[in-house]
């Protein structure tokens, strides 16, 4: 941002992130190290001994590439969609009128309060009728269908800060809902898109519950590393393996997303306010 | 700032495109949506009400069961200590996470290019699965060679030390702490989000007539970083209701049921119990409790766009 | 034209099929077998290993895994398995409360006639057959168990405190003080979520006998009956006498952190653990079962139970959506073996076949074998008998005993379960 910034913000920010990652540090050590050292915890100072074992045990025994190419397809394809759908739906809600606008609008968002397990055994029936398990499908309608629940309620509430002005603007030029839609509110919604795109990027890319009960052989990531943990044992360094491999793509997607959130505002700084 | 009710029609004398009405245009672009949104959400849900009226134990063959679920589950001291316990854990895990969140979003708005890192930081909590973190925060609450009774003991308030997990007066605390430490880092997120799409002429003016930060924060900031607030708090409050994993890892929704949330409570009859018409009345009646707050809310905020 | 050749073609292939099916069972074996296995760590890679094992002795048949989904109880994702109509023919299974659903659901066979037509009955014993028989059918075959009645301990922690392992109750309780005077907790008790029942069940057991409990767990004798409070009353005069830290630190332990206490840091003396505490103590603290820690069974009670040992068990249906029979049963016969009884091993699991050299158990399996095979009656684990919310009552019941051990707490507890009991059945 332009203009003065107080010293004083960057390192509080530091120090409150510090001790913020207190806990994944953890997690890194803890994949680090064999398991009689950390039993009592990850920062026992008793025996300190740094290994890959853990990692090298859950690169071989597990086809990680493969579930990872899996993981890729259900996560891009989900994000994808409610990416270019819920900015459609809240344009509609919010600049067009139409009838049963409000109905739909409350049945889509009060969707969000429903838990996953709600969706699992009428859609496993549904699924096993049209021989769709173990089809990634099963898996992406699903994402994306409830996705849209805070996605749209989400973009709305960012295109309510829209300059109108544009809107008319179009309108005087003649241009149809359609093309306003296409050619004036999208390119200025960057940064509510972005925004839709990190989270369901990351609430697919970690799905669980869903892959694991709709899919048999065609298992993502964390569906594939769940089986690492034992209901008898817990082996926490390979435990900690999976989790940091499973977590690392979603945080690279937002730091690559999250430069779209400057954007929008670039673009509607052009209209003189 | 303009609605759906729109300006006054064009009355331009010539037609010069052929222009989809309001109604043409808002269908096209929802039914794509609204297809999805049938399969993976209506037909669950309506199923969902279906099942509550049946008894189905275990794996024995559905009994119809009328009103029976729902007489039943404002009966059962479990669910209605649920209630009370989702009530204290979902206004406190919201308003703690989106006021730590939002606070530290506006400080990083100042200097968004250095506390990058540090946003990378604070969103990989937001970003490791719930029971990964109820892991680590097991370890961390452990009675005898967890990290905080350590630290308590270290600078030597080993008065303080407690099993934090255990006490039914700490427990519900402890797991806030833990969650909230996970969801700090959306509304951090939305909030950013909102901040940055603030018109950077704003700042230029503000900053011209000699503002200081503070009331930069205060006036501008505050005030035009709302859309992302809003979106925080909803995200937040509506997953708080169904938070399962990390209770489950933490507590078990003990000790004696001192962190048994609704939606807890929904798993356990839905999953663990597997008594599904018990399990879909609950998720019936959290939902139906939802929409009482949420439709006049909506209505307002739909009905101020006009 | 063509009509006619493929029809004719079609009629050969069917012959054919005919003629292979004919040739008899050494093509039996052939095909797919498919599990549900829901084992995950260190028990799903020795299922894996017994999988692979008997993939090799048996070629032509391929094992498949159906993994349902976890989260606590795995019997949940087993019966969304089960409800989606997924084809299975085996299933792992260490619940009788939910062998009990399975058979009157209809969903598994009874395995009588397998008995029958293979050595089955040669190498497991009666009591064994009886465990998993219900109303005269039996329906499962136990392919591993564990004694649950077994108190484990540091070796080195009793030599500090200069203990030897009671044999009898008197001198178990006696020994608190000595320990408590060491700075060592008696007894660590994991009261989070499930680990603490096992005290009550234990004593119960002493108390009022396997017998008693088979009823109770019916829901034939009540909780609010005599023989549930005498119990609760020895685990009261047991925490009066200083066994265990309060109230609030056994509901903060989970299982792992109590073996932990008792077997690692030796905070604590005792604990009253499952079979696969062994497996732990070896892999995760390196220690050598016998010398670096070992296992005593409940002490006596002198009431008339003393020869009775509570196990757990997994056993193995059929479900009765069966294809592939025959090597389900060929899959059955191969975990009784010698050689599959050595993979275990390697695990620390014991198999209840008579096939088995004993020399392969170490010194702790090998003690709890022969406590399980003398014992005069055997009784399954109380909480994985009882049906579902009656199980989860119980437990927070007794969280409330142990935060408060009066006899107004037993008196409100007892009362609470047979409510809720009734409902149950």
Redesign the interface.
Known sequence: MIGRTPRWIVPIVGIIALIWIIPIIGLIVTSLRPISEIILGWWSVETVTFTLDAWTQVWSKYPLAYAFWISCKIAVISTVIPMLLAPAAAYAFHFLKFRFRRLILILIINAFVLPNQVVIIPLFRLWRDLGMIDNIWSVIIPFAGLSFAWAVFLVKNYLEDFPYELIEAAQVDACGPLARFFYIVLPNSLTPIAAVGILQFMWTWNGLLLPVVFLRDELPLPALLARIQGVYDRNWDQVAVAAIITTIVPLLVFIIFQRFFTAGAQTKSGSKE | ???????PK?S?PIK????????Q??????T???I??????V???I??IRLSFYDI?????EKFFGWGNYLKLFSDPNFLTSLKVTFIWAISATFFSVTIGWG?AM??????R????????????????EA??G?????????????LN?ILEGVGLSGLT???????STALGAVIVAYV?TQ?G?PL??C???I?????????A??IDGAK?AS?MRYIIAP?SL??V??AI??NL?NS??A?DLI?IL??G????STETV?FF???E???????GY??AS?VI??IA??IV??PL??KR?GD?K | MIHLKTRSRTTLLGTAAILAGLAGPALAQEGELVMINWLGGAQGEMMTKLQEDFEAKNPGVTVRNVIPQAGGDARGGIRAVLMGGEQADLLINTWPAFRAELIEAGLILPLDDSYASTDWGDKLGESWQALSTVNGENYGVTYTFGDRSGIWYRTDTMATAGITPPETYEDFINGFATLNEADITPISVPAKVWAHAEWFESLLLRTAGADYMTRLANGEASWTDDEVKVALQKWQEMLTANCCDDGNTMLALDWDISVDAALKTGDAAYVLMGMWLNTRAKQEYGDTPGEDFDIFQFPAFGMGHDDESMVDAKEFNILSSVENREAADAFISYMLTAEAAVIMADYGLASPSTDVDPSIYDPVIQRSVDEVTSANKLQFVLGDLLPGDLGSEYRVALQRFLQDPSDETIDAITAQLATVADGAY
Do not use: H
């Open positions: 700032m303009g609605g759906p009710d729109g300006p064009s331009l010069v495109k052929k222009q989809l009405s309001d109604t245009a808002a269908w096209f672009l929802l794509p949506l609204l999805f949104f049938a399969i993976s959400v037909y669950p849900v199923e969902t134990r275990g794996l024995a063959p530290l400080m990083c708005s100042l200097s968004p250095k506390t990058l890192v540090f946003r990378v930081m604070i969103f990989a909590a937001y970003g490791v699965s990964v973190s892991f680590m925060w097991l370890g961390i609450y452990r009675p005898d060679y967890g990290l350590g407690q099993p934090w997990l255990g006490n039914p430490w700090v959306l997120m939305t950013f989000a909102s940055q799409s603030i018109p950077k002429n704003l700042f230029e503000a900053y930060p930069v035009l859309p992302g809003r979106v909803f995200i509506l209701l169904k399962f489950f507590t078990g003990g000790p004696v049921r939606g929904m798993y356990r839905s999953m663990l119990n597997f008594k599904l399990g879909a998720t959290l939902l939802v929409l949420s439709i909506i209505m739909t766009a």
